[in-house]
């Protein structure tokens, strides 16, 4: 049943989740870590669902109307970022007359300048790059 859900939904139910209680044996800071990850990658999928749905002009349960290409699944995607690493499904559609490519996750994918300069504090503070990893 998960792979007829869509990703954002999946992230939704992840949520509802640890909202009610049933991500136990973890601390405050790490219940909190997590609450911010999910919310963030949840509302990043969702961005990408509608981008992909007005690229093909109907929605994920929609018929087609035209030949203006299909939905062709997901690809894995990951974004470091100053506060972690976010985990995401790039949507994929084939059929159209040019490659379709997601306009936000390009934006987006490149290393934040936050976690760059981060990442040159925590050299410079003496942590080695192994450490850092």
Request: no cysteine; aromatic share 6%.
């Amino acid at each position: 049943m998960e792979k007829t859900r869509a990703p954002s939904e999946q992230k939704a139910q992840a949520l509802r989740t640890l909202l009610y209680g049933q991500a136990e044996g973890q601390s405050g800071e790490e219940l909190l870590s997590l609450l911010v990850r999910l919310s963030t990658e949840r509302i990043l999928q969702e961005a990408l669902e509608e981008e992909q749905a007005v690229a093909l002009g109907r929605g994920r349960y929609e018929a087609r109307r035209d030949q203006g290409g299909y939905r062709n699944g997901y690809e894995k995607g990951t974004l470091k970022t100053g506060e972690g690493v976010l985990h995401g499904k790039v949507p994929q559609i084939r059929g159209q007359a040019e490659p379709y490519r997601s306009q936000l996750w390009n934006n987006v994918s490149h290393t934040s300048d936050v976690l760059k300069k981060l990442i040159v504090e925590m050299y410079v503070g003496g942590m080695s790059q192994r450490d850092i990893e």
